[in-house]
């Protein structure tokens, strides 16, 4: 039995409509963020990284933050090493937008989609997170195409990267050492300890 030829899940004009919806959407419910793509310097040949890549852009874009209930990941540790922050955050960018705002900019951009080890700032939070995984084949082929990425990010840790993108908001964090933090122990309400993290 053959499918039923008054409907065509691979219509241009629909794909285009289901595009339009989920940007319109994004742009209501979505977060202005911050998108610094890394510039590679040296790339070592058998680790396959480089310790000495720089971020020199920011592309201001709408994304959908999917985690509705705060960040994700382990949160807060407490280890005998210090405290490690372990957030992590799922967002949703059009692929159109995306096209749009960052990809015909920069001709330094080779990647037709956000790479991993590329960076988000959040503004409303005031935290960086690095591209662990950028999802592409979700949801799957609704109307034969596939209109959005999904970034699947953790907390970035600094390491003394060059971070040169004219943004005051960024230009702080990385003058801010990027994450220091003031722990306060209190037993009751007399005793308190102050204890620095960098």
């Not at 890394?38 to 959908?64: A, C, G, H």
């Not at 407490?78 to 960052?102: M, N, P």
Request: contains cysteine; hydrophobic residues 35%; charged residues 30%.
């Amino acid at each position: 039995m053959a499918r039923n030829l008054y409907f065509s899940a691979g219509a241009r004009s629909e794909q285009n409509l289901y595009e339009d919806l989920i940007i319109e959407s994004i742009k209501i419910y979505g977060q202005d963020l911050y998108y610094l793509p890394r510039d590679l310097v040296n790339v070592d040949d058998v680790f396959r990284e480089d310790p000495t890549s720089k971020f020199n852009s920011s592309y201001q874009i709408e994304m959908y933050v999917d985690n509705v209930d705060g960040f994700d990941g382990e949160g807060d540790l407490f280890t005998k090493f210090g405290v490690e922050i372990r957030d992590q955050v799922t967002l949703t960018v059009a692929r159109r937008r995306w096209e749009e705002s960052v990809l015909k900019y920069d001709n330094e951009i080779k990647g037709i989609r956000p790479l991993e080890g590329d960076l988000i700032f959040t503004p409303f939070a005031k935290k960086m997170f690095q591209i662990m995984h950028v999802e592409h084949e979700q949801p799957f082929y609704q109307l034969n195409n596939l209109p959005v990425f999904k970034l699947r990010c953790e907390l970035f840790e600094y390491n003394d990267e060059d971070i040169d993108v004219g943004n005051e908001d960024i230009q702080q964090f990385e003058a801010d050492a990027a994450f220091r933090y003031e722990l306060t122990l209190q037993q009751g309400i007399t005793a308190a300890t102050k204890v620095e993290l960098a």
